[in-house]
């Protein structure tokens, strides 16, 4: 059981890797099982297709990627303390896979149905309930400003995913070398930070 569950994980780990650097239409499953160090046959054997195995991550990273903020937002901690806390947790996200966010738009403009319907098995309904209660929380007793919670993270995604969205023509831009953008990019957690803060504090 443990070697099928290990061959099941290196097929998906190199998936991941080949999916967000070429993109579904750009990934073979020869692909995979090249960087997998397996055959063809093995990845269908484990995954049937590479549909099946595209959605299977897919759903696996968002299912994370919310669970972790649902994390977050369920603690007992200032609202101010949780903007840090989502801030800091989308940055080593994207830090750690730079290509998803462009991976994710261009797999929703490719076939948007099957992407959304993927993202919308994803349950956001609990962790916004609890973000809304406290924003409602602090807006009543006038430390903030009123906003909604979707919106609040909304602002929050713009900030610090758009580094990566444009991380090729930024890096050109302003002349800097890969490891001086990623500098760059965790110098932003406390500004992005506190940009939001300021945006919504009375």
Same mark, same amino acid.
């Given at each position: 059981?443990?070697?099928?569950?290990?061959?099941?994980?290196?097929?998906? $780990?190199?998936?991941?890797? #080949?999916?967000? &650097?070429?993109?579904?239409?750009?990934? +073979?499953?020869?692909?995979? *099982?090249?960087?997998?160090?397996?055959?063809?046959?093995?990845?269908?054997?484990?995954?049937?297709?590479?549909?099946?195995?595209?959605?299977?991550?897919?759903?696996?990273?968002?299912?994370?990627?919310?669970?972790?903020?649902?994390?977050?937002?369920?603690?007992?901690?200032?609202?101010?303390?949780?903007?840090?806390?989502?801030?800091?947790?989308?940055?080593?996200?994207?830090?750690?896979?730079?290509?998803?966010?462009?991976?994710?738009?261009?797999?929703? $403009?490719?076939?948007?149905? #099957?992407?959304? &319907?993927?993202?919308?098995?994803?349950? +956001?309904?609990?962790?916004? *309930?609890?973000?809304?209660?406290?924003?409602?929380?602090?807006?009543?007793?006038?430390?903030?400003?009123?906003?909604?919670?979707?919106?609040?993270?909304?602002?929050?995604?713009?900030?610090?995913?758009?580094?990566?969205?444009?991380?090729?023509?930024?890096?050109?831009?302003?002349?800097?070398?890969?490891?001086?953008?990623?500098?760059?990019?965790?110098?932003?957690?406390?500004?992005?930070?506190?940009?939001?803060?300021?945006?919504?504090?009375?």
């Amino acid at each position: 059981m443990s070697d099928v569950l290990n061959t099941e994980t290196v097929i998906r $780990n190199a998936a991941r890797k #080949i999916f967000t &650097s070429k993109g579904f239409d750009g990934t +073979t499953v020869q692909d995979i *099982a090249d960087e997998a160090g397996t055959t063809k046959s093995m990845v269908n054997y484990y995954f049937r297709s590479k549909e099946k195995l595209f959605s299977s991550i897919f759903q696996e990273e968002f299912q994370h990627f919310f669970a972790v903020i649902a994390t977050y937002l369920n603690a007992d901690l200032p609202l101010r303390d949780k903007i840090a806390q989502i801030v800091e947790l989308d940055t080593n996200k994207f830090s750690a896979f730079p290509e998803l966010p462009v991976f994710v738009m261009s797999e929703v $403009n490719r076939n948007p149905g #099957i992407v959304l &319907s993927l993202i919308g098995k994803v349950s +956001t309904k609990e962790f916004l *309930a609890v973000l809304t209660k406290q924003i409602d929380a602090e807006s009543k007793k006038g430390v903030i400003k009123k906003i909604k919670a979707e919106d609040l993270l909304l602002n929050i995604q713009a900030l610090t995913i758009f580094p990566f969205i444009n991380r090729p023509l930024m890096m050109k831009l302003f002349n800097l070398t890969e490891l001086q953008y990623v500098h760059k990019i965790n110098e932003r957690k406390k500004q992005i930070a506190d940009i939001i803060w300021d945006s919504i504090k009375i």
